[in-house]
């Protein structure tokens, strides 16, 4: 069991993440990153551009990070024991590219609603400040959402380079994390990354996101696999989970769920502005 410490849920309230978390160890991470970079080599266009989101639907270690009990405990503790998965995306930033996630709230555009839900951000590789970890507005969750420009910026790995100006750096948090720990954020906290600066490759594997039962998509349309509990309201299309790495059929399931991402993240605007 690896529900969260009163100090934990602390962290989470006041400071809107709660981190690090040990899930696997760093030979299980090695093993997923050979995974991924098999099917990277087998199928070079797969985990590009839209393609990153939803890699649980054909990889089977993706699968399992994505219903780890150990990560199931401590999203239990946050929202509760019936937890539905609703989408992953692996965010990869390689050496010497211009990749970097400007500062948001996923809240603005994800339309999960109800907040409960959170995400969890599994490091895959080692995760800092030379390679471009995570920045954490602390306590910046306690606020309304706020505006975003949409910026369509070269290099941004969000969709539409949805941005908060004026963000503090001084007040941002760098979440450092070995490779097998994850960290937990709040639907509404501000937080973004720098560039990779080292000679290697930065794989996070979020799961955008663990979601009550009670939780609607009001933006489009998203399905679901049960990860804990059961399912009461029934707001959402059931999805089976893989049984073997890139299965043919998966591959589809994929394709369509990722297709529903893409209306929901653009969400009818190609403009720059704000929102
Ligand atoms: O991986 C990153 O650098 C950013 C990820 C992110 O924005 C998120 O998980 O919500």
């Known amino acids: 069991m690896t529900y969260l410490s009163s100090n934990q849920l602390k962290q989470y309230d006041d400071e809107g993440f709660v981190s690090p978390i040990n899930i696997f160890s760093k030979e299980k991470a090695k093993e997923i990153r050979n995974e ?31 219903h780890n009990s150990k990560i199931l405990d401590a999203v239990q503790s946050l929202i509760s024991e019936n937890i539905l998965v609703c989408g992953t995306t692996l965010f990869i930033k390689n050496p010497n590219e211009k990749d970097f996630v400007s500062y948001h709230q996923d809240a603005k555009y994800i339309g999960l609603e109800p907040h409960n839900w959170v995400t969890a951000w599994v490091a895959i590789t080692d995760s800092n400040e030379n390679n471009g ?132 993240f653009y969400n009818g605007s190609s403009k720059k502005g704000s929102y």
């Open 133 to 264: 970890c995570m920045r954490m507005w602390s306590g910046s969750h306690k606020d309304n959402l706020k505006d975003h420009q949409q910026m369509f910026n070269e290099g941004n790995l969000l969709t539409r380079g949805q941005t908060v100006n004026n963000v503090p750096k001084e007040k941002t948090i760098p979440l450092i994390l070995k490779a097998g720990q994850m960290s937990l954020h709040h639907p509404k906290v501000v937080h973004g990354s720098d560039l990779n600066k080292s000679n290697d490759r930065r794989i996070g594997f979020v799961i955008q996101s663990y979601i009550g039962s009670n939780v609607k998509q009001v933006l489009g349309k998203n399905s679901v696999q049960i990860a804990r509990g059961k399912d009461d309201f029934n707001f959402h299309e059931k999805i089976p989970r893989t049984k073997s790495l890139m299965n043919k059929n998966d591959i589809k399931l994929k394709k369509q769920e990722n297709d529903y991402l893409q209306k929901i």
């Open 36 to 66: 991924i970079e098999l099917i990277e080599k087998e199928m070079p266009s797969e985990l590009e551009k839209s393609g990153r989101y939803n890699a649980h639907l054909i990889s089977p270690l993706l699968d399992e990070v994505t």
